[in-house]
């Protein structure tokens, strides 16, 4: 979008403390026209979610973004689930939403759970405390565009 001219501004994701490199975008990167204008570190607290009065003992199956599901490799593991890649984290949510089967779960943000009026069965499924992910800012133009604290005032 920001590339179209729709969007001043691109945040994506690079690495993650947990999972390591985002490697789609290391692969998209090199074939963008955009400046990187700035970075940004995120901590990510990753909610399992399920269908209101949904028990994680009967969970079955999980879904989210790959990262999210690495980022949460060991606890998926310790619940055996068989997990279900997905395009983002707030889609699988939604997915689980329009598709309720009380068996799966998905990983994604507690606003997600807010959104699509699921349970959050578990806070803080992320495997290590502190899992933050670097962001990079990018834009069409060189620099940052300037913040505007207040309008100018006209003097007479």
Known sequence: MVERGEAKLAMIPMENSTAGRVEE???????????????????????????????????????????????????????????????DTAGSAFELSQNPVPTHASIASSLAAELYDLDVLQDNFQDVDGNTTRF????KEQGMPALETEKPTSHH
């Open 25 to 87: 975008i290391y692969r998209l990167m090199p074939k963008t026209q955009l400046h990187i204008i700035g970075e940004h570190y995120e901590p990510v607290n990753h909610c399992l979610l399920g269908l209101k009065g949904s028990d994680i003992s009967q969970l079955k199956t999980i879904s989210s973004h790959p990262q999210a599901l690495a980022q949460c490799h060991d606890n998926i593991r310790k619940l055996g689930l068989e997990e279900i890649a997905g395009l």
């Open 136 to 139: 990079l800012i990018l834009s």
